[in-house]
């Protein structure tokens, strides 16, 4: 199941951000209490038998959404969750008034890449050496008006 997360999911995303994401320097469940407080932040959270199993940060500014990070715990995944959890974002920004949404993704990160492509996300530009280890980010859009 879906839903968005409360203060008390802080700690268990913190830990599953710290496992999924690549060289974060997000200090978990901080990072993650001051989105969920954030009148711009959006995290949800899929949840099955009181695990979280999955999570989706990102935030909504006026009319453009952006995802910051994205993770499924690793037993868990190709069962079509991080798309579910795309798909939930999206759904909960266009209700906020949003009209395009953003990211960055490690230009390695084929899964990623994949998922978000399948999404209906497109890379619009490179940054180069963006991370802290030199690797390249891709910059992926998804604008709604007209996409189903
Ligand atoms: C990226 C991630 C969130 C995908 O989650 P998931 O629940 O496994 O994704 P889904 O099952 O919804 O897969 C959706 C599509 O993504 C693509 N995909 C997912 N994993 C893939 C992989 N390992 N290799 C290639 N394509 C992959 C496929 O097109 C897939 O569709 P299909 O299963 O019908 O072929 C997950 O791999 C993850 O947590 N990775 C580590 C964290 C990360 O890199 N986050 C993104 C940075 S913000």
Redesign the pocket.
């Known amino acids: 199941m879906i839903r968005l997360a409360t203060t008390t999911d802080a700690s268990a995303v913190g830990t599953l951000i710290i496992e ?3 060289g974060t320097t997000k200090s978990g469940s901080a990072w993650v209490s001051e989105q969920i407080d954030s009148p711009t932040g959006v995290v949800l959270v899929d949840e099955e038998l009181q695990q979280i199993r ?1 999570f989706i940060v990102g935030q909504i500014v006026i009319d453009e959404a952006e ?8 037993t ?11 798909k939930a974002f999206e759904a909960h920004v266009i209700h906020q008034g949003a009209v395009t949404c953003v ?4 230009a390695s ?7 978000y ?3 209906g996300y497109t890379v619009i530009a490179q940054r180069d050496r963006y991370y802290s280890d030199g690797e390249h980010a891709l910059l992926m859009r998804h604008d709604f008006k007209g996409s189903s």
């Open positions: 999924t994401i690549q999955g995802i910051h990070d994205l993770g499924v715990a690793e868990s995944r190709r069962n079509g969750i991080g798309s579910k959890l795309i990211l960055e993704v490690r990160n084929n899964a990623a890449r994949e998922a492509a399948k999404a």
